[in-house]
């Protein structure tokens, strides 16, 4: 059974940095657009970043942009991202996510992602 497990949450302050990973098991991912999602208390899923299958595309919303990086290791079915200069606005729960289709573009939209993770805690104190 394909499963996705995210790690490396935390408790940070303001201008710290966390690195999530997203490992696979059960079935390789590395044919497939990933992406990392989060939610905060009180607010709707949005789309944080996401990679194609190679890793030579990625695009994020405007908000991250110059601050996080995603990136993939194929090699041990794994998805990062890296997170710099956090803001208390990051806060919320982040979740990776696997696209349906092999060989797909970069996609922001939640539409046609079909494998999440449960999710790690991101908190960042002023």
């Known amino acids: 059974q394909a499963q996705l497990v995210e790690s490396g949450g935390g408790l940070v302050q303001a201008g710290g940095s966390l690195r999530l990973s997203c490992a696979a098991s059960?079935?390789?991912?590395?044919?497939?657009?990933m992406a990392w999602f989060r939610q905060a208390p009180g607010k709707e899923r949005e789309s944080v970043a996401t990679?194609?299958?190679?890793?030579?595309?990625?695009a994020y919303i405007d908000s991250v942009k110059g601050r996080f990086t995603i990136s993939r290791d194929n090699a041990k079915n794994t998805v990062y991202l890296q997170m710099n200069m956090l803001k208390p606005e990051d806060t919320a729960v982040y979740y990776c996510?696997?696209?349906?289709?092999?060989?797909?573009?970069?996609?922001?939209?939640?539409?046609?992602?079909?494998?999440w993770g449960q999710g790690t805690q991101v908190t960042v104190s002023s």
């Open positions: 996510a696997a696209h349906t289709t092999d060989w797909g573009p970069i996609t922001l939209t939640p539409r046609g992602y079909a494998y």
């Open positions: 059960g079935r390789t991912f590395s044919t497939r657009t």
């Open positions: 990679i194609n299958w190679s890793g030579s595309s990625t």
